[in-house]
C-alpha cells in the first residue's frame, strides 16, 4: 500500500542550526502538507502546498520557514534558525483530491 | 476559522466493551471530518472520514462515527473493544472549500483498552 515517508525519524540539531526535514508523498498526489506536534498539544497545520506554490499558511510558518518541492518526488521543510521552541514532532502529508490527508511516520526534531 | 473539542482525553475500557470517543466542533462553513489512530510510537492513520451522503460511516475495523449536524458532534463508537484498539485517537475537520484544506485537530484521546 502507498504511504508518506518522511526521513529522518528523529534529528538532534544545535539552536540556531538550519534543518531540513524530508518527505517523499504519495505518489500521484497533489496536495502536499506539514504538521508539528509540540510534545502534549494539539497537532497543529503548517503549510499547505498545491501546484508548486503555497496555497495556505498558519501564523507558525513565519520567514524562518520554507518548504520546497525540488525533483517531483520530495517534499521538504527546512527551518533557517532553530530553536527551542522548534522542537516538535514534524509531519508531511499528501492528498489526491485535497480531501483526505494520508500521513507520514513523523520525524521528531529535538534543539539543543 | 474551526476548532474541535475533544471532550475526554483518556478513556480506560475494559476489552470487549463498548466505547464512544467524543468530538464536537465549531465552524462557519460546511466542514469534512476526520478520525484518524495514531498507535504508540507510530504516525497518524485515517480512520474513517464523512465528506457528503450517509452521516453514518464505518471502519474496516469495526469503528464508525455519525455526523450529527445539529450538535456539531462527529462521535467515534466501537461496539466491543480489543487490546489492540489502544491507541490515541484524533478527531479533525477541514472547511469545504477552502483551498488547502487545512485539518483542524481535536487535542486527542487516548484509549486504554485493559484486559
Known amino acids: 500500500e502507498p504511504e508518506v515517508t518522511q526521513t529522518p525519524s528523529h534529528q538532534v540539531t544545535q539552536m540556531g542550526q538550519e534543518v531540513i526535514l524530508r518527505c517523499v508523498p504519495i505518489?500521484?498526489?497533489?496536495?502536499f502538507y506539514w504538521y508539528r506536534q509540540i510534545l502534549g498539544q494539539k497537532v497543529e497545520f503548517l503549510v499547505s502546498f498545491y501546484n508548486n506554490e503555497i496555497s495556505e499558511k498558519s501564523e507558525i510558518f513565519d520567514d524562518q520557514f520554507s518548504v520546497e518541492r525540488p525533483d517531483g518526488s520530495n517534499f521538504t521543510l527546512k527551518i533557517r534558525s532553530t530553536k527551542l521552541e522548534d522542537s516538535a514532532m514534524y509531519f508531511c502529508a499528501s492528498s489526491a483530491t485535497g480531501r483526505s490527508a494520508f500521513f507520514g511516520q513523523g520525524t521528531r526534531l529535538t534543539v539543543v | 476559522a474551526q476548532s474541535v473539542t475533544q471532550l475526554d482525553s483518556q478513556v480506560p475500557v475494559f476489552e470487549e466493551a463498548p466505547v464512544e470517543l467524543r468530538c464536537n466542533y465549531s465552524?462557519?462553513?460546511?466542514?469534512?471530518l476526520f478520525w484518524y489512530v495514531q498507535y504508540p510510537n507510530q504516525g497518524l492513520q485515517l480512520l474513517l472520514k464523512y465528506l457528503s451522503g450517509s452521516t453514518l460511516v464505518e471502519s474496516i475495523n469495526g469503528f464508525e462515527a455519525e455526523f450529527n449536524k445539529s450538535q456539531t458532534s462527529f462521535h467515534l463508537r466501537k461496539p466491543s473493544v480489543h487490546i489492540s484498539d489502544t491507541a490515541e485517537y484524533f478527531c479533525?475537520?477541514?472547511?469545504?472549500?477552502?483551498?488547502?484544506?487545512?485539518?483542524?485537530f481535536g487535542g486527542g484521546t487516548r484509549l486504554m483498552v485493559k484486559p
Open positions: 505518489s500521484n498526489h497533489l496536495y
Open positions: 465552524s462557519s462553513v460546511s466542514v469534512y
Open positions: 479533525a475537520v477541514s472547511a469545504i472549500n477552502n483551498a488547502g484544506n487545512m485539518l483542524t
